[in-house]
């Protein structure tokens, strides 16, 4: 039998009170697509950011090729065929396609030759991209496209892909795994992380489970269930969200032909959105990203004000209002980006409970922080979502991605909102804990909260709300009773030509 491409073995990081990776041994096979498993805080990014080189491991050794391989820096391990697509892009909005990619090698040839080798390689591999287009008017998966295109010149042994259809519609999706596919058919190995377990099963040959850093098992994921492997990553089952027949009352957040200009070159302008939201009730928003979805947030929140007689909270006109009223009269949001827009990442956990939760958990007295106060609130959200850490002293950035998500979410909806607003409230967050905070929203409207969660997952979608609507290029379209759509339709809404589906009813 042929020697694995890549060898890990007893690969151990710590940082200060966790054991990161605790004695990570597996093999990664010639031309396999192999997934890395794990519940949020498992360990998967320290362990990839080993084999890129932009983590030391402290004990362990890897082999790729039969040859010991100790990356100590990224340029080191792309030298020897390792290339990564991380979950967030590094791309410069005002430069091209080409000159983006150019600015990431190490020597890169006449932005002619470059135009062309991208055209190459796009065309080859089925991923659509003009070398000329700049980069700011770029989708999220033309921007993803970038990112692999430039791995793929490097003609990678070994492609590492950190959560890479979370900004992906369905049809973007299938692309992608038909470029993987074909890179395996070459004899390209994939390490491939994911929370996503139904795609898992449909694109990878083996999966690595990791728990509390150590390796816990494989398995082959084509003929496990998703439910199986989620239950493996968490070491025992889990509930699944059940909505509670909740009675409907008075509109709490209503949008009455709100428009607003693009807030920027690359951002979207809202047009016309008019929406209500009911006590009671979670309504959902979708589209694929880049469509409205973080303009219509900010509008929300306070961040950037509408035009006089847009919105209303209970009644009453918050359409210039800032986001410390809204919070004060109960409208809590948490928007998509974690890191710096949700948290504040050199901050600790306990100093980022206060800048969201100050005056309604009554943290200031006299103008000042009251700290104990700050900490048992911090330390109460924690508790209640079953937050990953070490402490609520806890630098955020220290957080894994899907714990420090737990917390952001938790720490509004501890607040007991009266309107709470979500973008992507699950993003990167694994099964169990995406179970926990979509039964926490559900919560909310039984208690006789109003709730609206925009999201690119449908599935999630489906489960939590009552009515839903899409939004395409800053429009919103017709809202309807979850009940009554199916998948086509919804991708009809999506797509903005739903009108074309009345037209044939
Ligand atoms: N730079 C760091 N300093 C301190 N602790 C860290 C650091 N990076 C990671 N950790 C801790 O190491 C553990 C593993 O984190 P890691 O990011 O590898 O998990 P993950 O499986 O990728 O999680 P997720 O799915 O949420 O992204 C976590 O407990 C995390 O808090």
Redesign the pocket.
């Known amino acids: 039998m042929d020697s694995p491409l890549l060898r890990i073995d007893g690969l151990t990081k710590a ?2 009170g ?1 054991i ?1 990776n605790d004695q990570v041994s597996f093999d990664i096979g010639r031309g396999e697509i192999h997934a890395l498993l ?1 519940e ?7 362990l990839v950011k080993m084999i890129y080189g932009l983590v030391k491991p402290d004990t362990g050794t890897m082999t790729l090729d039969d040859k010991p391989f100790a990356p100590t820096k990224p340029s080191e391990a792309r030298s020897n065929g390792v290339a990564m697509v991380f979950q967030h892009f590094s791309l410069f909005d005002a430069l091209s396609v080409a000159e983006n990619v150019a600015l990431g090698m190490e020597t890169p040839p006449a932005l002619r030759d470059l135009a062309r080798q991208i055209r190459d390689v796009s065309e080859a591999y089925g991923l659509p991209l003009d070398p000329s287009r700049t980069v700011g008017t770029l989708s999220a998966g033309e921007r993803q496209r970038v990112e692999i295109i430039r791995c793929l010149l490097q003609d990678p042994r070994l492609l590492i892909m950190d959560e890479p259809t979370s900004v992906l519609t369905p049809q973007e999706v299938d692309i992608l795994f038909e470029t993987l596919h074909k890179l395996q058919a070459e004899g390209t190995s994939i390490l491939y992380i994911s929370h996503k377990l139904e795609e898992i099963r449909t694109l990878c040959d083996h999966a690595t489970i ?1 728990r509390l850093g150590k390796n816990v098992g494989t398995c082959t994921p084509r003929e496990t269930t998703a439910r199986a492997m989620a239950e493996l990553m968490v070491g025992s089952s889990f509930a699944s969200p059940v909505a509670r027949d909740t009675e409907k009352g008075a509109v709490l957040l209503e949008a009455r032909a709100l428009s607003l200009p693009a807030p920027g070159a690359f951002g979207t302008p809202l047009r016309d959105i008019s929406f209500s939201v009911q006590a009671g009730e979670v309504l959902g928003l979708g589209g694929v990203a880049g469509n409205g979805q973080d303009e219509l947030l900010d509008t929300l929140t306070g961040e950037r004000s509408a035009p006089k007689g847009t919105l209303f909270l209970k009644g009453h006109d918050i359409s210039q209002t800032g986001p410390v009223y809204r919070r004060n009269e109960g409208l809590l949001t948490g928007p998509e980006e974690r890191l710096g827009h949700a948290a504040a990442p050199n901050m600790s956990l306990t100093e980022n409970a206060v800048l969201t939760a100050a005056q309604r958990k009554g943290l200031m007295a006299n103008g000042f922080i009251s700290w104990p106060k700050a900490r048992s609130f911090a330390e109460e959200v924690i508790a209640q979502f079953d937050v ?2 070490p402490g609520a002293s806890t630098a955020a950035r ?6 420090l998500q737990k917390f952001v979410v938790g720490r509004e909806i501890a607040q007991a909102p009266d309107v709470l607003v979500l973008n992507q409230p699950t993003w ?1 967050v ?1 099964a169990a804990a995406a179970a926990f905070i979509r039964q926490a929203i559900l919560d909310v409207a039984a208690r006789g909260g109003a709730v609206v969660v925009i999201s690119q997952d449908l599935d999630e979608l489906m489960e939590v709300s009552d009515r839903f609507g899409a939004l395409n290029e800053g429009r919103l379209s017709k809202i309807r009773p979850v009940a009554e759509l199916n998948i086509e339709q919804i991708g009809l809404m999506m797509g903005g030509a739903e009108d074309m589906e009345d037209a044939h009813a």
């Open positions: 940082y200060p966790v990161a794990g949020n805080g498992a360990g998967k990014s320290t990791l990953r850490t220290a957080l894994s991605g899907g714990n990167g694994d």
